[in-house]
């Protein structure tokens, strides 16, 4: 029980705040706890440049930080507030070290806050040491001249590294990448087009939308193909390969790609040739994982601008196979 924050330094750690009792006990699942945090940082420790790193169980657009003494977590939304409403400027990179936070989603609703520019996270499941903080601190600490873009490169080329001997049990699925936020509401708004004009008449485009779904690389329980989130850019380019009505669409997403995601990078897994740096929420099937109004209320803004929303309800409805009785 109890929080503290802690000032590291060279073989030693010096509590600032805090203490190991309930006297001190913070809901992590709170956006008042993230707030403080913040504000109190840099009140006491101002700086030119800054990163925060938000650590613990992620699941994509239904958040991070489960606290399980509060039985409550962070929603994505509840981050964009806590960053929109503390009184830092701009913060240079924001990481996850938590699984499966490198989706659209996540970078168009943290890009509305208009103070982050870098957002470091994975496609897939982060191991349990997470990221190797004594290989990019100590990086960080010889290059402090480092803009947010070149950090961020070395975090996960050290990450990746770090894990690519396989020692610990599934590390070959481990994925990391860089996204500039400052270009991802462009490219949400090609996507917007896209979804728009499939929508229009999507009993035509129904099947490359299958075909693309279902050849897409897919993110946690992965081994198995089963998860509910695909890789974005292998959705957007065989959407176009395989209709070329949607070509007008999808070119314009991939020539925006390269500005979008700065760094991707992959173990030696089945990742490796396809983890292009985004994931996008597209179940399997209506089964596994598809729960429409929970992803409508936790990213609201990506759902409704891109319709994306109206896509995935659309398609499940239409998936039903309709009933027939023989009289």
């Known amino acids: ?17 805090g203490g190991w009792s ?68 701009h913060i240079d990179l924001l990481g996850f ?13 943290i890009s509305l806050t208009d103070k982050v520019g870098v957002m470091v996270a994975s496609e897939d499941f982060i191991p349990w040491d997470g990221w190797p903080y004594d290989l990019i601190l100590s990086g960080l600490t010889e290059n402090p001249e480092w803009s947010a873009e070149e950090f961020s490169i070395f ?8 894990y690519s001997h396989g020692t610990q049990g599934f590390a070959w699925f481990v994925t990391l990448s860089a996204i500039n936020l400052t270009e991802v509401k462009t490219l949400v708004g ?16 129904k099947p490359a939308v299958t075909a693309a779904k279902s ?14 989130y695909i890789d974005l850019y292998q959705f957007i380019f065989t959407l176009g ?13 991939l020539e925006k790609w390269n500005e979008v995601v700065i760094h991707a990078g992959a173990c030696n897994g089945p990742h490796v040739d396809s983890a292009n740096g985004l994931t996008i929420y597209f179940p399997r099937n209506r089964n596994l994982f598809y729960t429409p109004e929970p992803y409508y209320e936790s990213v609201p803004e990506f759902a409704e601008e891109t319709k994306w929303y109206e896509l995935l309800t659309t398609y499940f409805t239409k998936s039903k196979k309709p009933l027939t009785i023989l009289l």
Not at 5 to 17: A, D, Q, S, V, Y
Not at 97 to 109: H, K, N, W
Not at 215 to 225: I, K, L, N, Q, T
């Open 1 to 17: 029980m109890g929080t503290v924050l802690l000032h590291i330094e060279k073989n030693t750690n010096i509590t600032i705040w």
């Open 97 to 109: 070290d938590a699984c499966l936070m490198a989706s659209i989603e996540v970078a168009y609703t």
């Open 155 to 162: 975090i996960v080329d050290n990450y990746i590294a770090s």
């Open 215 to 228: 050849s897409a690389d897919r993110y946690w329980f992965g081994f198995w193909h089963q998860g509910p």
């Open 241 to 253: 390969t395989i209709n070329n009505k949607l070509t007008s669409y999808t070119a314009p997403i």
């Open 190 to 205: 090609q996507m917007a087009d896209l979804t728009g004009e499939i929508l229009a008449d999507f009993n035509k485009y």
């Open 22 to 89: 309930s006297e001190y006990e913070l809901n992590m699942g709170d956006p008042e706890t993230l707030k403080w945090f913040i504000n109190y940082t840099i009140e006491q420790y101002p700086a030119e440049k800054y990163a925060l790193i938000l650590w613990d169980h992620g699941g994509n657009w239904e958040g991070i930080c489960w606290d399980w003494t509060e039985n409550d977590h962070l929603t994505i939304e509840e981050v964009k507030i806590a960053v929109s409403e503390s009184a830092i400027k």
